[in-house]
């Protein structure tokens, strides 16, 4: 695997050292052009946390991924390029208050002069900067995002919505291996359980918001502002190309 074709893919170029500054501009850039997508899950492509096999996907074939191949891939290009980087697993709060499977989810954490920051580029909709553990907020134009410590290895992802601080995940400190995923990239490939076998769901951010296409509607959020519009099935390979980059040959019946 070469990083410089990695970096080529979210256009950018190998920076000079391992700063927070640099690592902030890497997350941010990875999520202005690489999309969060599920259409594997949907066409029923296998998906295994091999990285040789994501980065062909993702770098070479011009594709996004799941958090297991986007968290995945980006974290191995931090560790490549000189950040003292590892995986941890989290644990999704659902919308009605309920918690997905224990550390179902794939994320990174990265120590810069003895501060661990959380650095995820695959968790669709939410934070575009690095967030230390330390519980500084840290905002950027989706909102504002804290890290709070639950226990010695515990800290919950919140975003301020509604005029409180509403949990995101729940991030565990203690280093994975990549492969210690494969179960639960199965799981939520696979499962009727799984939120991401049921629709489409691509989504990228945008200088001013994000775009997503939830089955066939697309959903564009430009300062704060949403608009919907129903597409077509015949139209979603340009809409695709046009609104996320991803140029897909393959039939999405």
Known sequence: MN???????????????????????LQEKHMLHIPFENLDVISKTPIITDLERIFEKVVINLRGG???????LFGWLL???????????????????????EGSHATNLVHLDDEPYLVDVGFGDSVRKPVPLSGEVVSDVSGEYRALQIDEEHYD??????????????????????HEFAPMCEFNQTSPESPFTHKRLVTIATKEGRKTLSDLTLIITE?????????????????????FYLFLMDSFS
């Open 223 to 243: 300062n704060s502002q949403k608009t919907k519009e129903t597409i077509a099935e015949e139209d979603l390979p340009m809409l695709l190309q046009q609104h």
């Open 79 to 101: 560790r490549e390029i000189g950040y003292d980087a590892h995986y941890v697993g989290a644990t999704v709060k659902k919308p009605d208050g309920s918690w997905t499977i």
């Open 157 to 178: 992802l919140q975003r301020f919505e509604d005029e409180q601080w509403k949990t995101l995940h729940r991030v565990s400190t203690v280093p994975k291996e990549f």
């Open 66 to 72: 799941f958090c297991y191949e986007l968290n995945g």
């Open 3 to 25: 990083s410089n074709y990695y970096f080529t893919r979210f256009l950018t170029k190998r920076p000079a050292e391992p700063t927070l500054e640099n690592l902030a501009f």
